[in-house]
């Protein structure tokens, strides 16, 4: 028994023995493979710099190939990465060619870029894919992030303003909540439909355009003329803007930090009356019981200094299959105007995969976006500008001072603070797409799409304010709810026989559209409810009601066949023709389907050996294209049918029914308006590149334009001779024309290892005409055309100032002229055909237009080792702008029951003598501002913990040059409609009177910025 005990602890020791010996030789042999390893790995230094200066290059990615193992160059251009003999390294950089180098036993490697920005490898985006710079045919333009506009954008087009040629983005004031610029590119095209390019984001075409925030867009392209948008078809009529976002790349995980604060202040006032000034006029007229004691300055008090704050962390990075980015951004920015403002959360994601050796490419991108908005009351602008300046703020016990008797002249801070008006928007957007390579050149590919938007609204009026004889609570609220799918297939295939190269494309696109909405108010409840609790209003006291409802809902399907083929012989020769069919659930029964085609050739001259023997050009190339698009965007979804309504009542069974009527006529014949452009252009490039430049001539014919006709009740229209059961019918009858010259240049002036300057330079001229508003069916009244512009609330007694005309632009001031005053102080007009000159037979003329002569903008950009300094002028040349502020508040006879301008005095107008439009108020609206600078350095020596470092300040709106009297020379050119919905009469009217400044005005703001960003 005890051997036996024996020889179980001789055996299990010998088997501890054993495992010891293999645990020690495993460690050893382990310790002995590394030891391989770390032999094999090293790490690898060097610089990668640009073959065009030499300048070092930060943010290179620099990727181990097959691995995720990467890195990014810092701001010197320096690297460092951990290597194996046998490797493979991928350096990539926007706007250089990439490069892969093996790696044998080196320690260090030295890495030149060559720079492919102006080379026949850079990409432009186009309509469904792209082309390289050198085979594009078509008027295009780009604009990288590299080239945006510095300061507060609170909208993505801001970043671009200006940049352009011949594309206007133009925003009244410096509202925030009103943060939808207007968009005209080559001018105004339509009269009822929507003026502004269709934009396109990751090839969402219609995707809503702040569903982006600036910081998440790598470039900006234009397509201009109708040989490049034609392939959207009846959506292009007003050119197409591309937006592309950015996406993450192979190598290392990147963080990106950028953040400022700004300060906004009120600039370019108009010059009323001062308190004192106001007590002197009191004085000098021997008027009585107008001070009231105080020394108010009311635009002081609706005023205030904002402070805005933004801020953008973006992650990306990725390996040789995969890459990934993923952003959120912030922006608060309070208005000038107190109790106004407007925040931002933008969310967004970008994935790439690619798989099945690469021949399947996989694309998921999802973003959303959250708007607050707090809307200002524009009716207390025109209150602080006209209240008398000796009324105080607040009553003794200290309750606002709220005078009553006159209309709309309040206390404007009261208005304000006492009145809520506020919105959120919320916006969805997933886009998912797919590519496969079938066969070598042979891809097929899937876009699907789904927007939702969302908006609440929210209006309540207290029942202590007292604006307008108010005196009761009202509250309004309504909810919006928009849902956009879209899906497209694509086949495309390319091929390149000896010197032959050609790509055919193929797709089918289908987007359906549903917008929904719902509306209460009621009045009279207690003030605590605010407006969420409408149900508990009362009625009137004679029993009738204060309650409204309204509900809506309407689809919209817009179906397409696109076809697309790209030729180019020897690099030399190119040819591009696009066609696409598309159908509109919008149009009449019988004008539904429509085809929009184009064609466009190109000759590269520089490949000729006549021009390369010159050694004068860099590059040269003619463009000659033309092409139809269409438009049916901004009308109501069910435009062309006839629509009941509710209309009054009737009593029937004891009890009152509501009664229902035609609401609106049918159109069986309605359809798109067509735009058939001609564009001829020439790219050129000096002094190996230096200089470069294009030069655009066109002209764009646009027929069938959509407006609405007077018809008699009961009358018979249209080819069908329909009975009319309202008044109007939206019918296609007008034509308008735009023609036009625009000119860009770059220039890269100095190039020196420590010191560069860059300038651009861009130029438009568009002329715009009315050639006809009549046809066969339906006829506009010339000898009594119709009038547009309104220069706001309580000023209906002053004729509009735009009128419609054919031989005339869009935007044509009409109205008398005035020579001078007699001895009463009343007008004399000159006499044209009889009237007098007398008011009341005065006769009118055309006195001139709100559309510019010349756009312009110009952009330097400077670099001194590790400075930066950019700034750029903007400009418009040439238009007329009707001052509102200055018919209304230069009248002396307003005074003392308001406050007024001071040159009202020294008019000539007499006592009693009401004011009037006429060519007195039409003033040269030209204007050179300074819209932004920028000033940045980028810190040293931080590699080791940064990438990038870079801090900054720069400042939007510094001076404007101009002779313009008014508060800001730059209005209103038309309607910055929300992105989903008809446009409404009164958008119309906008859009028809450019140029017309309204009394109420929200003030442009100065900016100034203070700025970092980091990346990790």
């Not at 849902?483 to 000896?498: A, C, F, H, K, Q």
């Amino acid at each position: 028994m005890m051997k036996q005990t024996y020889l179980q602890r001789s055996s299990l020791g010998q088997k501890s023995k054993f495992r010891q010996w293999s645990t020690t030789c495993l460690s050893l042999l382990m310790i002995l493979l590394n030891m391989t390893t770390w032999a094999q790995q090293r790490t690898l230094t060097g610089k990668v710099t640009s073959a065009e200066d030499g300048s070092e290059l930060p943010g290179v990615s620099i990727l181990v190939v097959g691995t995720s193992n990467g890195t990014q160059t810092a701001a010197d251009g320096t690297y460092k990465i951990s290597v194996t003999s046998g490797s493979k390294l991928r350096f990539t950089s926007v706007g250089m060619i990439s490069q892969e180098i093996d790696i044998t036993n080196q320690t260090t490697l030295d890495v030149t870029l060559q720079p492919n920005s102006q080379s026949l490898s850079e990409v432009v985006v186009v309509g469904y894919g792209t082309q390289r710079k050198a085979d594009v045919t078509g008027a295009t333009a780009t604009v990288t992030s590299k080239d945006f506009n510095a300061g507060v954008l609170n909208n993505p087009l801001q970043a671009v303003q200006g940049k352009v040629s011949g594309l206007v983005i133009s925003a009244p004031n410096s509202d925030p909540t009103n943060n939808r610029p207007t968009i005209r590119l080559r001018g105004t095209s339509s009269l009822s439909a929507n003026s502004e390019p269709l934009i396109v984001i990751d090839g969402v075409a219609g995707a809503p355009l702040n569903s982006v925030a600036p910081e998440d867009i790598q470039s900006v392209d234009v397509l201009k003329d109708a040989s490049a948008a034609a392939i959207y078809g009846s959506r292009g009529a007003n050119g197409v803007i591309i937006v592309t976002t950015k996406k993450g790349s192979a190598g290392r995980t990147s963080v990106e930090y950028s953040g400022y604060i700004s300060m906004g202040k009120e600039v370019r006032r108009p010059g009323f009356l001062t308190p004192d000034e106001f007590r002197a006029k009191l004085t000098e007229q021997n008027v009585t019981g107008q001070d009231y004691g105080a020394s108010t300055n009311w635009l002081d008090q609706v005023t205030r200094t904002s402070w805005t704050q933004n801020h953008s962390v973006a992650v990306s990075g990725g390996a040789e299959k995969f890459s990934y980015r993923g952003s959120l951004v912030y922006l608060d920015q309070p208005g000038i105007i107190k109790n106004s403002g407007f925040n931002r959360i933008n969310a967004r994601l970008n994935l790439v995969q690619k798989a099945l050796d690469d021949r399947l490419e996989i694309q998921l991108l999802l973003s959303h976006q959250t708007n607050n908005k707090k809307f200002v009351d524009y009716g207390a602008l025109r209150s602080a500008v006209r209240f008398n300046p000796t009324q105080p703020i607040y009553n003794a016990d200290g309750t606002f001072n709220q005078p009553q008797g006159q209309f709309e002249v309040e206390n404007p801070l009261a208005r304000l603070m006492q009145l809520t008006n506020e919105g959120k928007e919320r916006q969805t957007l997933l886009n998912a797409k797919a590519s496969y390579e079938i066969v070598k050149g042979l891809k097929v590919g899937v876009n699907a799409s789904q927007s939702t938007f969302d908006y609440l609204y929210g209006f309540f009026i207290p029942s202590y304010f007292r604006g307008s004889g108010n005196s009761i609570s009202r509250a309004r609220r309504e909810t919006q709810e928009v849902l956009d799918r879209l899906i497209e297939s694509t086949v495309n295939y390319s091929n390149t026989i000896d010197k032959h190269n050609f790509s055919v494309l193929l797709g089918h696109t289908y987007q359906k559209v549903s917008n929904e909405g719902f509306g209460a108010e009621h009045r009279n409840f207690p003030d605590a409810f605010g407006y969420n609790n409408l149900e508990a209003g009362n009625d009137n006291a004679d029993g009738s009601t204060n309650r409204r409802v309204n509900s809506y809902k309407s689809e919209a399907i817009l179906v397409g066949l696109i076809g697309r083929l790209n030729y180019s012989y020897n690099e030399k020769y190119l040819l591009t023709a696009n066609i696409r069919r598309d159908g509109s659930s919008r149009f009449g029964a019988n004008n539904r389907w429509g085809w929009f085609p184009s064609v466009s050739a190109g000759w590269r001259l520089i490949e000729e050996d006549f021009i390369k023997s010159s050694n004068l050009f860099s590059d040269l190339k003619l463009r000659a294209g033309y092409g139809v698009t269409g438009n049916q965007d901004g009308i109501a979804d069910y435009a062309a049918r006839r629509l009941y309504g509710s209309q009054g009542s009737y009593y029937t069974n004891g009890g009152f029914q509501t009664a229902y009527f035609y609401s609106q006529n049918p159109n069986p014949d309605l359809k798109w308006e067509t735009s058939a452009m001609t564009n001829v252009g020439v790219d050129f490039g000096f002094m190996k590149g230096r200089l470069t430049g294009s030069l655009e001539f066109y002209y764009k014919d646009t027929r069938d334009l959509l407006f609405n006709y007077p018809v008699a009740i009961g009358s018979r229209y249209g080819s069908q001779q329909i009975v009319a059961g309202t008044n109007n019918v939206l019918a296609n009858v007008g034509r308008v024309t735009n023609k036009g010259v625009e000119l860009a240049l770059d220039f890269q002036a100095i190039s020196k290892q420590d010191f560069e300057w860059r300038t651009t330079l861009n130029l438009a001229h568009n002329t715009n005409k009315i050639v006809s508003l009549s046809n066969d069916l339906f006829q506009y009244n010339s000898n009594s055309p119709l009038l547009y512009g309104s220069f706001g609330s309580g000023q209906g007694g002053i004729a509009s100032p735009i009128v419609l005309q054919e031989g005339y632009a869009i935007g044509t001031f009409y109205g008398p002229r005035v020579t001078g005053f007699n001895d009463r102080g009343e007008y004399i007009y000159q006499d044209f055909g009889g009237g007098g000159t007398q008011p009341a037979g005065a006769d009118r003329t055309y006195l001139g237009n709100a559309q510019p002569k010349l756009t312009l903008g110009w952009q330097n950009n400077f670099t001194y080792k590790n400075w930066d300094l950019s700034f750029f002028f903007r400009g418009s040349l040439g238009q007329k702008v009707a001052n509102g502020m200055y018919i209304y508040f230069a009248n002396p006879n307003r005074f003392p029951g308001e406050n007024l301008l001071k040159d009202a005095f020294t008019t000539g107008i007499g006592k009693g003598v009401s004011s009037a439009w006429s060519d007195l108020w039409l003033e040269d609206a030209s204007f050179v501002r300074l819209d932004n600078f920028r000033l940045g350095y980028r810190i040293p020596g931080l590699k080791k913990v940064l990438q990038n470092a870079q801090v900054y300040v720069s400042g939007q709106n510094i001076f404007v040059i101009t002779k313009y009297r008014g508060a800001d020379p730059e209005v209103r050119t038309g309607d910055s409609r929300s992105q989903y919905g008809s446009i409404s009469d009164d958008n119309r009217a906008v859009n028809l009177s450019p140029g017309v400044d309204p009394v109420s005005y929200y003030p442009r703001a100065r900016t100034l910025v203070a700025g970092v960003s980091l990346t990790f």
